[in-house]
């Protein structure tokens, strides 16, 4: 290469050329603004501002699932889990961003039963 371009423009084309590494890098940074970017999008959707847990776990799950539908690929199921994790990572700030907080529910049945006073 340094006969064809010379020594200069030999070292300029290898610096500008990216490396597995930094396209691994690049990688990632796409994944954590998508991921951003549709969890905020998603929080911000929401009309109410109690957001049940139910409804915001059915929400990751369909933005994750829109994203990587094979779940049976390797690679696919590997970038899910990461979006998972990312998404569960920044839902908080999103919430809070758009003041909205997570509405717990307790099932019924597993409340204790207390006898009725009817004094």
Not at 32 to 44: C, D, N, P, T
Not at 48 to 76: G, I, W, Y
Not at 95 to 104: G, N
């Amino acid at each position: 290469m340094v006969e064809v371009l010379g020594a200069y423009e030999a070292a300029r084309l290898t610096t500008s050329q990216s490396t597995p590494s930094q396209q691994i890098s690049d990688n990632s940074l796409d994944l954590v603004l998508r991921v951003s970017s549709e969890v905020y999008r998603m929080v911000r959707s929401l009309e109410m501002t109690e957001v049940p847990r139910e409804l915001l776990n059915e929400q990751m799950h369909r933005l994750v699932d829109e994203a990587f539908s094979n779940q049976s690929d390797q690679v696919q199921h590997a970038l899910w889990t990461e979006y998972m994790q990312l998404a569960t990572a920044l839902v908080d700030d999103a919430l809070a961003l758009y003041e909205k907080v997570i509405l717990e529910f307790c099932k019924a049945d597993s409340l204790p039963v207390l006898p009725l006073d009817v004094n």
